[in-house]
């Protein structure tokens, strides 16, 4: 069975009404990075990065998987697939893909601020997503990861998001190479590719298999030997036209 593996970036969840970093709505646009997504402003300035993430969180309880991850999860069924993602979002994994690596930590989970390995599913997040899904209010389950995040673990440590801040290391990126390098077909949805190493991933593919590129804007591949196929689409337009 051949093997596909999907490289995802927040232009994949934008036709959910998620924002992407980069486009001119972008998150980075309204908000400057060194005051919510850095180890500093997490030390200095925790309540203003607990608030960012929690505002994240709510409104990804009101966002719903769109056609680009449907597309994707469908793969399954006549592939080996493997989704590598630069989203802290959980909409590869409710459109129904099973094979997900996250590359940059899960708006889902919380982690030690002492020991990175202990990482916590926040309780309640299954169960307040299905609620939201059926139409239940929102605000309802807004404490459930707001006492969560405030409250210690069971060895007395503080919490914090469990994803990976500009400056910090990107502990599944050796194992998201390896998996790249065994791709026979690769695809790289909505991504820029201006943050490394995540974007250096797709320096780790075979140079005979050829590249699918679904994206409204054509990112820098010049150092790309693969045979690049564009389609300049929205993802949730372009990937199940793929
Ligand atoms: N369909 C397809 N592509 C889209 C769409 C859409 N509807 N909307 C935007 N795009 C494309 C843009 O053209 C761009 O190539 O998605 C990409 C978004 O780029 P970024 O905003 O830079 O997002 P991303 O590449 O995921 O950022 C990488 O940067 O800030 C960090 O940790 C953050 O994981 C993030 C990383």
Redesign the pocket.
């Known amino acids: 069975m051949k093997k596909i593996v999907v490289f995802t970036?927040?232009?994949?969840s934008?036709?959910s009404g998620i924002a992407?970093?980069?486009?001119s709505d972008?998150l980075?646009a309204n908000y400057r990075?060194e005051d919510v997504?850095t180890p500093e402003a997490l030390e200095f300035n925790r309540s203003t990065v607990i608030e960012f993430y929690n505002k994240r969180r709510r409104e990804l309880l009101e966002k719903r998987v769109n056609p680009a991850h449907t597309a994707i999860a469908s793969l399954e069924r006549a592939y080996e697939v493997e989704v590598i993602t630069?989203?802290i979002d959980d909409l590869h994994e409710r459109a129904g893909s099973t094979r997900i690596t996250h590359l940059?930590g899960e708006l889902s989970k919380l982690r030690s601020m002492r020991d990175a390995e202990r990482i916590y599913p926040i309780a309640g997040w299954g169960e307040a997503v299905k609620a939201v899904e059926q139409g239940e209010d929102v605000d309802r389950y807004a404490s459930v990861w707001q006492e969560a995040v405030e409250a210690k673990d069971e060895h007395g440590d503080l919490l914090r998001p469990h994803v990976?801040f500009f400056g910090e290391s990107v502990p599944n990126y050796d194992a998201a190479c390896r998996i790249a390098s065994t791709a026979d077909i690769f695809i790289v949805?909505?991504?820029?590719?201006?943050?490394y190493p995540?974007a250096a991933l797709v320096f780790s593919i075979r140079k005979d298999i050829p590249v699918y590129l679904?994206?409204?804007?054509r990112?820098d591949l010049s150092r790309i030997d693969n045979p690049v196929h564009f389609i300049q689409?929205?993802?949730?337009e372009?990937l199940p036209e793929l």
């Open positions: 970036g927040a232009g994949v934008a036709d992407t970093f980069r486009d972008g980075w990075i997504c630069q989203n940059h990976v949805c909505g991504t820029s590719l201006a943050v995540a679904v994206d409204l804007a990112p689409k929205r993802a949730a372009g």
